[in-house]
């Protein structure tokens, strides 16, 4: 019976809701692209592009920590567990009692940091920039912390729909927010730089938030003004929240020391650097597994509460293969078309070919640790299914000490091989050991959970992943073949012949290994011809 159940979510509704999302989120992304296009274009990878990353890495550790993913994989198992056993009222009491202590918790956050931003700025963010840069910094943080307070309310109210279902307002939200920031830098930047940049990504929260106001009144909703400390359902939170804090605080401590250590590097722009190599890498994670894993949350949970073990490691195996049969050829596209696609891209403006070759030069090495960030969405969303939040802090912790360690040393052992041309070398050993640290990391949580549900149906697993990784190779070859025909050409040529084709040899060579990801999808589309013929 219960393989019956994950079949049904899986297979139909799962993959209906996953192609609505998806379809949203690259959407989002596309949005995304022609944001740093034209930032690229604007302030290319110099002092002021440095600046703004610097202090929007401050907005994103509070709205991460607070209401990001510290209240998704707190919030949404405690509140569909209530949803589950039809308690809706009460489900709604701890909602409302969960956004009023976001709301007040992220205020005094953000006040307390603009308080403390030249401290912060000058001895741990980035003490390596000069002090123009940092008086910069500090002014753009201060701008930028208002969104902070707005992404707390509409980071919980995208919670809230996933949990009843509703995908694609939450879906379709960073759109908004991306228009937002495309109209600072279009439009407000006119007039106040880097700060119309900073006022546009205010902006964009805020639409963050309206988008989805519609859908959130749409359900039964009943909003309580209290902070509803008694209450079982807010406790709950709070107590699963705890760990997750602690090790998402762990992540973005790898990211302010990635930041404090290319601050030292002698170089404008590694920086800015950095965070486009890694924005590239995080395109198809975004796209595929993020929306994957937001779909795939709720049934994890609802099989968790209902103690269905044995659908629970069905899913979680089914959705892990389709996850990698959808990253790993995406790792390849990204190192062999990496240099095209940020030339297509970014080469504008003030954007020149330095700036290219450092923008490359990090996403070759984030783009080794795709797949591992992209099954990490997965693995570790099965844990807070299971409201085990400590066992992905536990490993996470010691993974990004290592994360530490390693962009340390990298980030000298790759200075090495500067010859006096390239001082921004350093940035890639930042970028390994990030993808190092992750891949052992994302090894180890699967290693526990399959301990943890005795078992993970590693045979389904295995069956989709050497068909993936055969089709995948197949396509490398051809890609790699495509850059040696087309050396001299231009780079969208070189760019759109590759993407085209190399999708469509993985497409085929999946289809000839008989992939099952192909074989469900194929399945799925014939239904819905089958029924609207009925129709």
Same mark, same amino acid.
């Given at each position: 019976?219960?393989?019956?159940?994950?079949?049904?979510?899986?297979?139909?509704?799962?993959?209906?809701?996953?192609?609505?999302?998806?379809?949203?989120?690259?959407?989002?992304?596309?949005?995304?692209?022609?944001?740093?296009?034209?930032?690229?274009?604007?302030?290319?990878?110099?002092?002021?592009?440095?600046?703004?990353?610097?202090?929007?890495?401050?907005?994103?550790?509070?709205?991460?920590?607070?209401?990001?993913?510290?209240?998704?994989?707190?919030?949404?198992?405690?509140?569909?567990?209530?949803?589950?056993?039809?308690?809706?009222?009460?489900?709604?009491?701890?909602?409302?009692?969960?956004?009023?202590?976001?709301?007040?918790?992220?205020?005094?956050?953000?006040?307390?940091?603009?308080?403390?931003?030249?401290?912060?700025?000058?001895?741990?963010?980035?003490?390596?920039?000069?002090?123009?840069?940092?008086?910069?910094?500090?002014?753009?943080?201060?701008?930028?912390?208002?969104?902070?307070?707005?992404?707390?309310?509409?980071?919980?109210?995208?919670?809230?729909?996933?949990?009843?279902?509703?995908?694609?307002?939450?879906?379709?939200?960073?759109?908004?927010?991306?228009?937002?920031?495309?109209?600072?830098?279009?439009?407000?930047?006119?007039?106040?730089?880097?700060?119309?940049?900073?006022?546009?990504?205010?902006?964009?929260?805020?639409?963050?938030?309206?988008?989805?106001?519609?859908?959130?009144?749409?359900?039964?909703?009943?909003?309580?003004?209290?902070?509803?400390?008694?209450?079982?359902?807010?406790?709950?939170?709070?107590?699963?929240?705890?760990?997750?804090?602690?090790?998402?605080?762990?992540?973005?401590?790898?990211?302010?020391?990635?930041?404090?250590?290319?601050?030292?590097?002698?170089?404008?722009?590694?920086?800015?650097?950095?965070?486009?190599?890694?924005?590239?890498?995080?395109?198809?994670?975004?796209?595929?597994?993020?929306?994957?894993?937001?779909?795939?949350?709720?049934?994890?949970?609802?099989?968790?509460?209902?103690?269905? /073990?044995?659908? !629970?490691?069905?899913?979680? &195996?089914?959705? =892990?293969?389709?996850? @990698?049969?959808? %990253? *790993?050829? $995406?790792?390849?596209?990204?190192?062999?078309?990496?240099?095209?696609?940020?030339?297509?891209?970014?080469?504008?403006?003030?954007?020149?070919?330095?700036?290219?070759?450092?923008?490359?030069?990090?996403?070759?090495?984030?783009?080794?640790?795709?797949?591992?960030?992209?099954?990490?969405?997965?693995?570790?969303?099965?844990?807070?299914?299971?409201?085990?939040?400590?066992?992905?802090?536990?490993?996470?912790?010691?993974?990004?000490?290592?994360?530490?360690?390693?962009?340390?040393?990298?980030?000298?052992?790759?200075?090495?091989?500067?010859?006096?041309?390239?001082?921004?070398?350093?940035?890639?050993?930042?970028?390994?050991?990030?993808?190092?640290?992750?891949?052992?990391?994302?090894?180890?949580?699967?290693?526990?959970? /399959?301990?943890? !549900?005795?078992?993970?149906? &590693?045979?389904? =697993?295995?069956?989709? @992943?050497?068909? %993936? *990784?055969? $089709?995948?190779?197949?396509?490398?070859?051809?890609?790699?073949?495509?850059?040696?025909?087309?050396?001299?050409?231009?780079?969208?040529?070189?760019?759109?012949?590759?993407?085209?084709?190399?999708?469509?040899?993985?497409?085929?060579?999946?289809?000839?290994?008989?992939?099952?990801?192909?074989?469900?999808?194929?399945?799925?589309?014939?239904?819905?011809?089958?029924?609207?013929?009925?129709?």
């Amino acid at each position: 019976m219960s393989e019956q159940i994950t079949q049904t979510r899986i297979g139909k509704r799962f993959l209906g809701n996953t192609a609505l999302v998806m379809g949203a989120f690259v959407f989002s992304r596309l949005l995304g692209l022609a944001r740093e296009a034209i930032l690229g274009a604007a302030f290319s990878a110099g002092n002021e592009m440095d600046a703004f990353r610097a202090a929007t890495r401050v907005t994103e550790t509070l709205y991460v920590l607070v209401a990001g993913g510290a209240l998704g994989s707190a919030f949404i198992p405690t509140f569909t567990a209530y949803l589950a056993r039809g308690e809706r009222e009460s489900g709604w009491q701890v909602a409302s009692a969960v956004i009023n202590l976001v709301f007040l918790v992220t205020l005094i956050a953000a006040v307390g940091t603009a308080v403390m931003a030249p401290w912060l700025v000058t001895t741990v963010l980035a003490p390596g920039y000069d002090a123009p840069t940092q008086a910069l910094t500090v002014s753009l943080l201060r701008w930028t912390l208002l969104s902070t307070v707005v992404f707390g309310v509409s980071g919980l109210i995208m919670g809230i729909l996933n949990a009843n279902d509703h995908f694609f307002a939450p879906a379709l939200a960073p759109s908004l927010y991306n228009l937002g920031i495309i109209l600072g830098a279009t439009v407000l930047a006119r007039w106040w730089g880097i700060h119309g940049v900073a006022i546009g990504t205010v902006l964009g929260a805020l639409l963050h938030l309206l988008i989805q106001l519609p859908a959130l009144l749409k359900l039964d909703w009943r909003y309580s003004p209290t902070l509803g400390l008694h209450l079982e359902g807010v406790r709950e939170v709070g107590r699963l929240m705890g760990p997750r804090v602690l090790g998402l605080a762990v992540t973005q401590f790898h990211f302010w020391v990635n930041t404090n250590l290319g601050s030292r590097i002698p170089v404008a722009g590694v920086v800015a650097a950095l965070t486009w190599g890694w924005q590239l890498m995080l395109l198809p994670q975004g796209i595929f597994a993020q929306a994957i894993a937001t779909v795939a949350f709720p049934t994890f949970s609802a099989q968790a509460a209902r103690a269905d /073990r044995a659908g !629970l490691r069905t899913a979680i &195996a089914s959705v =892990l293969g389709f996850v @990698l049969f959808l %990253t *790993l050829p $995406a790792t390849i596209g990204l190192i062999l078309l990496g240099r095209p696609l940020v030339q297509m891209l970014f080469m504008r403006g003030r954007f020149d070919a330095q700036a290219v070759e450092m923008v490359v030069w990090a996403l070759n090495w984030y783009a080794i640790g795709l797949a591992a960030h992209s099954g990490l969405e997965i693995i570790t969303r099965a844990f807070y299914a299971l409201h085990d939040t400590w066992t992905p802090v536990g490993v996470g912790s010691l993974a990004m000490t290592l994360n530490v360690l390693l962009s340390i040393v990298l980030a000298r052992l790759f200075s090495l091989f500067d010859a006096g041309e390239r001082p921004w070398l350093g940035l890639g050993g930042l970028a390994l050991a990030n993808s190092v640290a992750t891949t052992l990391e994302t090894l180890s949580l699967t290693w526990l959970l /399959r301990r943890r !549900l005795g078992g993970l149906d &590693a045979r389904q =697993l295995w069956h989709s @992943l050497w068909r %993936t *990784l055969a $089709a995948s190779a197949a396509m490398g070859l051809a890609l790699w073949g495509i850059r040696i025909w087309l050396t001299d050409a231009a780079p969208w040529l070189v760019g759109g012949v590759g993407l085209a084709l190399g999708a469509t040899i993985f497409a085929l060579g999946a289809g000839l290994f008989r992939s099952p990801e192909v074989v469900q999808v194929m399945r799925l589309l014939r239904r819905r011809v089958d029924h609207s013929r009925l129709r």
